[in-house]
């Protein structure tokens, strides 16, 4: 049996009352996901970013490689995962005007 609140309605009702408005938010009419369009079709700028950030990764590695780093790596995927990650929010920042210098 789920708690009543103070009011008498079950707590999973002010939850739903709770968060339906954070859920919709994304679906308002004024906001649009930033695209690109490419020989038209439009494609989200955050798959871009995430494919440049793979590919800044991989300069990355053969970089550390170059240099000698590569076998002092403690955990290497999960330092390259960590890389793609953050190029990746870091150019996609960058794109929509999120982190502007």
Not at 69 to 75: A, R, S
Request: hydrophobic share 55%.
């Amino acid at each position: 049996m789920i708690p009543a609140g103070r009011s008498g309605y079950p707590l999973h009702s002010w939850l739903v009352i709770l968060l339906a408005p954070m859920m919709l938010a994304g679906c308002s009419m004024q906001a649009h996901s930033p695209t690109l369009s490419l020989y038209g079709s439009f494609f989200p700028v955050w798959l871009i970013a995430a494919l440049l950030g793979v590919i800044c990764t991989v300069v990355l590695r053969l970089i550390f490689i170059r240099v000698g780093l590569h076998e002092h790596l403690p955990m290497p995927p999960l330092t390259y995962l960590s890389a793609t990650i953050l190029s990746s929010i870091m150019i996609w920042a960058f794109w929509t005007g999120g982190l502007a210098i």
